[in-house]
């Protein structure tokens, strides 16, 4: 299934106490770009991240946001800045002193400062949580990926159709050219005429002019490559995985075959049905760029 290179997808619960919030958007690029931002203390996520997300994703620009909180047991490290609590103890003595107050200095007078303390969190199990991380970063990216490949299918039905309308004209320019040598053929006797009258002309010089008429406009090995294009386009449209590139290339290649076509038309018909087809192509290939 074709997907779209926009999508958004976001996933939150609570895993082992914790409140995990994962998030993941993106946009068009032409390849994999990944970008990452995640609760403080937590930056050892992110190759986790993107390895895991590559796995699922191989085109366009992601962003992904992780918010998690630490259980609610974890351990706190409380460690006491001894010069700034002894700065402290030392301002409030000399404040009992100079100005006659009671000293009444305790634990809990000094304790009302708290930047004398540096309160830390015990390390955590990186393992354990890129484990609960993950639980909630599958929700998101299945919904992410969901998202993609809806976008995707609007854009398939699109390019198909633009792709039917082009081998529409191709028939059309099929069941044309022939026409074109004939009336060719009759332009030109009917010149001759005007110019000999009655006289006898080299009917066999005729034939040879028209033939080689009928070489220079013929358009038959180009049509026939315009509707094996189409087959590879519908293919790949109908394939899996990454195909935004390959049906670049196809379209490049539909976009030669039009415009060899065009060189060789002399006639405003067909002028104007390579016009069609080009600016059909072109619609198809802005659709193109917008898929993974």
């Known amino acids: 299934m074709v997907r779209s290179m926009t999508g958004f997808g976001r996933g939150e619960t609570t895993v082992d106490g914790r409140d995990i919030v994962v998030e993941i958007k993106s946009v068009n690029h032409r390849y994999f770009e990944f970008n990452c931002r995640t609760t403080r203390g937590y930056g050892f996520l992110e190759e986790k991240l ?16 992780v918010s998690l909180s630490q259980k609610e047991d974890t351990e706190s ?26 000293d009444d200095i305790s634990v809990s007078t000094v304790s009302a400062y708290s930047d004398i303390f540096q309160v830390h969190k015990a390390p955590e199990d990186e393992e354990e949580v890129w484990n609960a991380v993950k639980q909630v970063l599958d929700t998101a990216l299945n919904n992410f990926i969901t998202m993609r490949e809806t976008e995707g299918e609007k854009m398939k039905a699109d390019i198909m159709s633009r792709a039917e309308k082009i081998l529409s004209i191709v028939s059309e320019i099929e069941e044309r050219s022939p026409q074109r040598v004939i009336e060719y053929e009759a332009r030109l006797k009917e010149k001759i005429e005007e110019l000999l009258g009655s006289a006898e002309f080299d009917e066999q010089r005729v034939i040879t002019e028209v033939a080689i008429f009928a070489d220079k406009v013929a358009v038959d090995e ?16 109908d394939g899996e995985g990454e195909v935004g590139r390959k049906l670049d290339f196809i379209i490049q ?35 193109i760029q917008n898929l993974e």
């Open 77 to 102: 490290i409380v460690k006491i800045n001894p010069s700034l609590a002894q700065g402290y103890i030392n301002a409030l003595k000399r404040l009992s002193e100079e100005y006659g107050i009671t």
């Open 253 to 287: 290649e539909m976009n030669r075959e039009a415009n060899t076509i065009g060189s060789k038309s002399n006639d405003s018909d067909l002028s104007h049905k390579v016009v069609e087809i080009k600016a059909e192509i072109e619609k198809i290939r802005e659709q």
């Open 50 to 65: 993107k390895s895991y997300i590559k796995d699922s994703v191989k085109r366009g620009k992601i962003d992904i946001y």
């Open 222 to 237: 180009e049509t026939v490559r315009l509707r094996s294009h189409f087959d590879q386009l519908k293919f790949l449209m």
